[in-house]
T-cell receptor, first 109, second 116 residues
Framework: KNEVEQSPQNLTAQEGEFITINCSYS?????LHWLQQHPGGGIVSLFM???GKKKHGRLIATINIQEKHSSLHITASHPRDSAVYIC???????????FGKGTRLHILP | GAGVSQSPSNKVTEKGKDVELRCDPI?????LYWYRQSLGQGLEFLIY????????KSGLPSDRFSAERTGGSVSTLTIQRTQQEDSAVYLC??????????????FGPGTRLTVL
């Protein structure tokens, strides 16, 4: 079983819809990261969080340490949000970064 | 430069040849990471450099892979006797500070390696 699991693997939605991507992990962590990777492009760090909630523009990330779960929400989704969203955790026993397999999001105009 | 840069952006090589991939981190970043992303797979940690400390090589898939970081800045990842399964995008990232758990990583654009 992977230490970091994301769902869904693929998501297609209409422009304007509220999007939720989930991440569950099975190890003790020091921090959780959400990354964005556009097709053919590089990776951008969206959030790094260890508790609670963070918001940046239309993006919101939450984490529940007790349940070992995080969600990334996108409000008023737009075609330019189409990308792969990757959850990654910093494993607390050795600080290694463990990545989920990503969620491919496609927003239709 | 403003961000992490990598070169070349694309590399096509023949099986059995050696390749060198280069990473220029953000100026002042003490931590540097190499990752690999194979087609359809997630990101895989390869190696981590922090300042002058010995690198964490635990993610290197075989002894054909090696990396060095000269002067605490530029890093090269070398793959000897390349195999077709080495084909992937190799990503470099850098971050501030001495505790990687707390530091946001900035990623380069990657080098797409194709081994024929």
């Amino acid at each position: 079983k992977n230490e970091v699991e994301q769902s869904p693997q693929n998501l297609t939605a209409q422009e304007g819809e509220f999007i939720t991507i989930n991440c569950s992990y099975s190890v003790g962590i020091s921090a959780l990261h959400w990354l964005q990777q556009h097709p053919g492009g590089g990776i951008v760090s969206l959030f790094m969080l260890s508790s609670g909630k963070k918001k940046h523009g239309r993006l919101i990330a939450t984490i529940n340490i007790q349940e070992k779960h995080s969600s990334l929400h996108i409000t008023a989704s737009h075609p330019r949000d189409s990308a792969v969203y990757i959850c990654a955790v910093g494993r607390d026993r050795d600080d290694k970064i463990i990545f989920g397999k990503g969620t491919r999001l496609h927003i239709l105009p | 430069g403003a961000g992490v840069s990598q070169s070349p952006s694309n590399k096509v090589t023949e099986k059995g040849k050696d390749v060198e991939l280069r990473c220029d981190p953000i100026s002042g970043h003490t931590a540097l990471y190499w990752y690999r992303q194979s087609l359809g797979q997630g990101l895989e940690f390869l190696i981590y450099f922090q300042g002058n400390s010995a690198p964490d090589k635990s993610g290197l898939p075989s002894d054909r892979f090696s990396a060095e970081r000269t002067g605490g800045s530029v890093s090269t990842l070398t793959i000897q006797r390349t195999q077709q399964e080495d084909s992937a995008v190799y990503l470099c990232a850098s971050s501030w500070g001495y505790q990687r758990r707390y530091n946001e990583q900035f990623f380069g654009p990657g080098t797409r390696l194709t081994v024929l």
